[in-house]
């Protein structure tokens, strides 16, 4: 089992930046990809970027350019960087290990970006 706690969410003005964390416990895989996701009120979930344990990254199109993802892998903690957010940013986010074992999930952290 893998335990994800995030933390760093919050509410900030549109233009603002946050930076969540990921901090992973328990059966720590050395090769996974870990990723974040959001889920807006009344929407599915959607993938807003992951990183492989070799350190190669993906974006949403959304958040090109704004939000980047990196890893300490010695912390076993994930980061999410988020600069110039918009309303739209608003959501849950939620942190995922995608391992040989399966997925887990965080239990998320509440992001408002306010206009």
């Known amino acids: 089992q893998v335990q994800l706690v995030e933390s760093g969410g919050g509410l900030v003005q549109a233009g603002g930046s946050l930076r969540l964390s990921c901090a992973a416990s328990?059966?720590?895989?050395?090769?996974?990809?870990m990723g974040w996701y959001r889920q807006a009120p009344g929407k599915q979930r959607e993938l807003v970027a992951i990183?492989?344990?070799?350190?190669?990254?993906n974006y949403a199109d959304s958040v090109k350019g704004r939000f980047t993802i990196s890893r300490d892998s010695a912390k076993n903690t994930v980061y999410l960087q988020m600069n110039s957010l918009k309303p739209e940013d608003t959501a849950v986010y939620y942190c995922?290990?995608?391992?040989?074992?399966?997925?887990?999930w965080g239990q998320g952290t509440q992001v408002t970006v306010s206009s």
């Open positions: 990183i492989t344990s070799g350190g190669s990254t």
């Open positions: 995922n290990d995608h391992n040989q074992a399966g997925d887990y």
């Open positions: 328990g059966s720590i895989f050395s090769i996974n990809t």
